[in-house]
């Protein structure tokens, strides 16, 4: 199994970026999908969540609004479309997919997650 995460660079405040999570060995369909990030210093926190099975979404309150997730099924990949960034959303972002059959209840933590990109890199500057 293998999620590969992309799009991440250097971006002024304001602007926007596309996150990219390829999945490859198990699909993307069968799986709830979450964003996360981790700031040098810092946990790694929850972004946004989408169940597998609808497009009930989760986000973190201070992401709302400004970010959407999205799946390609047929891509086997997910998204995470970034607008109005901020200096504070500079952070390595992680795609994550996860099978619990308690995601409403766990899609915050990162022990619901079955596996795990290796990350990107995202830095906003002022």
């Known amino acids: 199994v293998q999620l590969q995460a992309s799009g991440g660079g250097l971006v002024q405040a304001g602007g926007s970026l596309r996150l990219s999570c390829s999945v490859s060995?198990?699909?993307?369909?069968?799986?709830?999908m979450g964003w996360f990030r981790q700031a040098p210093g810092k946990e790694r926190e929850f972004v946004v969540g989408?169940?597998?099975?609808?497009?009930?979404?989760f986000y973190a309150d201070t992401v709302k609004g400004r970010f959407a997730i999205s799946r390609d099924i047929a891509k086997n990949t997910a998204y995470l479309q970034m607008n109005s960034l901020k200096p504070e959303d500079t952070a390595v972002y992680y795609c994550?997919?996860?099978?619990?059959?308690?995601?409403?209840?766990?899609?915050?933590?990162?022990?619901?997650?079955?596996?795990w990109g290796q990350g990107t890199q995202v830095t906003v500057s002022s």
């Open positions: 060995g198990i699909p993307l369909s069968g799986y709830h």
């Open positions: 994550a997919a996860s099978r619990t059959a308690s995601y409403s209840a766990y899609y915050g933590s990162t022990n619901a997650y079955n596996f």
């Open positions: 989408v169940r597998r099975s609808s497009s009930i979404t």
